[in-house]
């Protein structure tokens, strides 16, 4: 029997493993998907908010008050790249203004550092490309961008390395109560836990109901976004949010942290929890409202658009406790805005809560929160790229011409702990097929790659889910023309 | 740090050409850089035949045609780095690879030529709505898994975009055994060359869909078909005539960018509408001793004409290792008039000029029954009446030197006017 089944490997789920893996705890994370960091976690804002938004007294203020000073040292220990650029929320008017100075006030109470309400002048200042129109904005210099995916992949890695285990492609199916903790029954057979950790994101409320009579329920909501190429990443500097109106927050305008632009996002309930398609009727909404504070977008730079869910609550609050029916059965549900920057704080509450219930946990004297380092040819000096080659001549062969990704690095992250085993995988451990080719050109040599590493055939390398295979069989048999081939040069010679 | 009088980026029809033609002009020391796995470029997965009829007045398949440019340079003794990625350029000519064998290399040359050639347009770039599943390709990473890798990508099809490697591959997929449903074109006319409409969609009785355009993807893990619908006169989707078209695979063939990331990196400047280089007669970019040919500087529809133009670069290129090269003499601006999108070249510097100059050039929309006019100074200079033209083939205006020599001509305009 496991001590601990996390359900879900997004970004919360996979921190909270991380942080488990310090105790001397048996824990294993079920992901119903083909692979880690899949469902919300790979399509949002990619935001870590200073803190000011959420209201004093919710866990949404509290968690992000707590969890955006904890970024610098996670993701410095996992080597994931973070960058604190600040933010903006820009207003239009007095009255936009006026909610401006009620978001200081709330910032000030949840004791977020440094926010500086600023005029218009000083906005063109710091942001030039952005509309004329503004008269002033709420500065916020700790708002910082992160790549949610990447941080949730490093995360499972350092808790695999630490002991954890992650079983992919097992949805659970159902959940009963057993002597000592519950059996999970999932698409890939049983496992016994004495307790469940809820992540499962917008599909929270179908797992708490296999336990416990509905207490909440998630809605699924959508938005939509573009993404820019690193040519348009400097149209601004820091994350632009629009002043939150009776009509809605507006769509933000950032910078990635690899150097992209990102718009977006609308927002839109849903029902189906697997509906990311994008619409163009809200994807040209969400190009309206950014023309608000930026009208210098160029959106012939656009690479990509995409869709991700937001796991919207009943009662609008993160749900993050023991089930009143259920004991052992922890929820961590309704993680939406600002989840991503809570997720570092909430992993360490969740621990709380499993200490509280299981009386004490035993740290362990050989916990590593040091995730090995990834190499990232592109970022290193000329010097480094020659020394690096020479020692491993696969950094000598560029993959992803966009991104300059070569394949010691692909090679690399398919062999890592919760490593890459699909096109998109790879995509989204270390880059080919992000850039503005969006792998035309790479696509055959990763899948290449894959199979060669992972020792299968090319055509069982899938994009993203099992049923995704690229290639759809061989083209004609041309075995017969190898061996005319080879009689015509004997004949030849 | 290695040395060289020459170095080629590229060792596609643009390179080689380039690279034979300096050689031949007198310049020795010349090195072809290609990033993949073999000479040739794009030629080598483009197996259908139609190439070479301007240069050899034979047809050629895409390998063939690359070939005969491979022995030249081989025969030649030009030397060439294969599976070697050049990732920068500096402004003083220092070129910095990266490959396998050699590791990390500097090599200063005292002539750059570039010629990386061109990227397609992806489903991304023109925001099509619906899912992200496996099975969505542009057109030409089709043709390599295809042509090279030999496996398929799909068994029911609809191709997206007609330009001309949408239209051999509706071909190349049928031959194959696979269905190719429909092809699509958002334009009243195809995006390709007239004789690959004939020969690739009418022989085969594939529907080509003008005034059509994708809507929507539909499938998770797979594509499990698209919508595409009428467009209107603005080439917006007209509500109500979505069509749902049952298929396993989408194919985009919407367009090609030449591929400038390292040109912009070393600073040259870029035309926005070519998104290639600004040249000049010599092909000469922007930055002194910096040449650029073929896709790299606007999209062909012929190898031919790419062949052509990188002659001319290669030979330019030996020309100023040679010091040959004039550089303070009076200089033309082409001036793309009425109807015109851009000329190549953009600027024409008269004392280089050898015999005649061609303006190569596309127009911006269908014509009938109109006639070119080339101005200097606002001055009719020639006047070419045609039938018809399309933006998809690109027209060739011969200018003698004569015309321009000692002229004292500061602007060269041409522009589409009625007859």
Redesign the interface.
Known sequence: MYDVAIIGAGVSGTLIARELSRYELKTIILEKDNDVSNGTTKANSAIIHSGYDAAFGTNKGKFNALGNPMFDKLCNELDVPFKRIGSLVIAFSDEEMETIKELYDNGQKLGIPNLEVIDGEKVSEMEPNLSEEIVGALYAPTAGIVNPWELAIASAENAMENGVELKINAEVIDISKVEGGYKISTSDGDIEAKYIVNCAGVYADKIHNMVSAPTFKITPRKGQY??LDK?AGNTVNSVIFQCPTKMGKGVLITPTVHGNLLVGPDSEDIENK?D?????DR?SFVRQSAEKSCKKIPYRE?????AGLRAEPTGGDFIIEESKEAKGFVNVAGIKSPGLSASPAIAEYVVEILKGIAGKLNKKDDFNPIRRKVIRFEELS?EE??EL??KD??Y???IC??E?ITEGEIVDIIHRKAGATTVDGVKRRTRPGMG??????C??RVMEIIARELGID??EV???????????????D?SVYNEVNEQVVTVNE | MLKYDIVVIGGGPAGLAAAVEAKKNGADNILVIERDRELGGILQQCIHNGFGLHEFKEELTGPEYAERFIDQLKEQGIEYKLDTMVIDISKDKVVSAINTVDGFVNIQARAIILAMGCRERTRGAVNVAGTRPAGVFSAGTAQRFINMEGYMVGKKVVIIGSGDIGLIMARRLTLEGAKVLAVTARSPYAGGLTRNVVQCLEDYNIPLLLSHNIVKIVGKDRVEGVYIAKLDSKKRPIPGTEEFYECDTVLFSIGLIPENELSVKAGIQIDRNTSGPIVNESMETSIDGVFACGNVVHVHDLVDFVTEESRKAGKSAAKYVKNELKKDGPVITNKAGNGISYIVPHKIGVENLEGKIDLLMRVRNVYKDVKMVVKADGVTMKEIKKKHLLPAEMEIIKIDSDLLSGKEITELSVSIEEV
């Open positions: 573009y993404l040519s697997e990311v398609e994008t619409t163009s994807m656009v690479i990509t658009s995409f000329n790229k020659a080659i020479k001549p696969r000598g062969r560029i011409r966009c300059n503005r080719c969006q792998g035309g050109f696509g055959p090319i055509s899938v994009k993203s889910e099992k049923n995704s295979k690229i290639i759809t069989g061989k083209t004609k041309n």
